[in-house]
T-cell receptor
Framework: DAKTTQPNSMESNEEEPVHLPCNHS???????IHWYRQLPSQGPEYVIH???SNVNNRMASLAIAEDRKSSTLILHRATLRDAAVYYC??????????????FGKGTKLSVKP | NAGVMQNPRHLVRRRGQEARLRCSPV?????VYWYRQLPEEGLKFMVY????????ESGMPKERFSAEFPKEGPSILRIQQVVRGDSAAYFC?????????????FGDGTRLSIL
């Protein structure tokens, strides 16, 4: 799986949008971009994933650059419950590693009331 | 639908004892993954199993660690003769298939403490 680069930490105010960046300059054409988050004392939680087009779901939006060398996870309205470590992970399709996720250090998001 | 269930949530063992960690995947999921998170570190992959088969154990320490996912019952991660360095949070995840577009569903982990 290709390497990703994320800021170590970010801060946000409650009820404001949050943009979490991820650089993946060595991404291959078959790599999916996945985002997970880990709340304190819990297991990781799937957030969203995409290949080329921007994606939206009930939790967040994923904006993918046209050259796919970077992406941004967007939380439209941060809540205190969104304070977590956010991981950007590339997964090769259809081959590559057999399915395990390779976690980096992620971005620790703090949300201020 | 119940999510991934791991038990026990907390496990305390003395050095030299055995630790058994259990993971019941989401109903209908036949793929299970184990990860370990050492204090203040990220999650590291250990092993990937399908029913009755180990698919990838490249992240598993060569000695003392074993994993199984029998036809019936939960997946088990077994650590023999535990040492202080085994103290960590162990997470299990499941997915319905191996495709990399399939999200993995994680349990809340077992926190293993070695005295």
């Amino acid at each position: 799986d290709a390497k990703t680069t994320q800021p170590n930490s970010m801060e946000s105010n409650e009820e404001e949008p949050v943009h979490l960046p991820c650089n993946h300059s060595t991404i291959s054409g078959t790599d999916y971009i996945h985002w997970y988050r880990q709340l304190p004392s819990q297991g990781p939680e799937y957030v969203i994933h995409g290949l080329t087009s921007n994606v939206n779901n009930r939790m967040a939006s994923l904006a993918i650059a046209e050259d796919r060398k970077s992406s941004t996870l967007i939380l439209h309205r941060a809540t205190l419950r969104d304070a977590a470590v956010y991981y950007c992970i590339l997964r090769d399709w259809p081959g590559g590693s057999q399915g395990n996720l390779i976690f980096g250090k992620g971005t620790k998001l703090s949300v201020k009331p | 639908n119940a999510g991934v269930m791991q038990n026990p949530r907390h496990l305390v063992r003395r050095r030299g004892q055995e630790a058994r960690l259990r993971c019941s995947p989401v109903k209908g999921h036949s793929h299970v993954y184990w990860y370990r998170q050492l204090p203040e570190e990220g999650l590291k992959f250990m092993v990937y199993l399908q029913k009755e088969n180990i698919i990838d154990e490249s992240g598993m320490p060569k000695e003392r660690f074993s994993a199984e996912f029998p036809k019936e019952g939960p997946s088990i991660l077994r650590i023999q003769q535990v040492v202080r360095g085994d103290s960590a949070a162990y997470f299990c995840a499941s997915s319905p298939g191996p495709g990399t577009g399939q999200p993995q569903h994680f349990g809340d982990g077992t926190r293993l403490s070695i005295l």
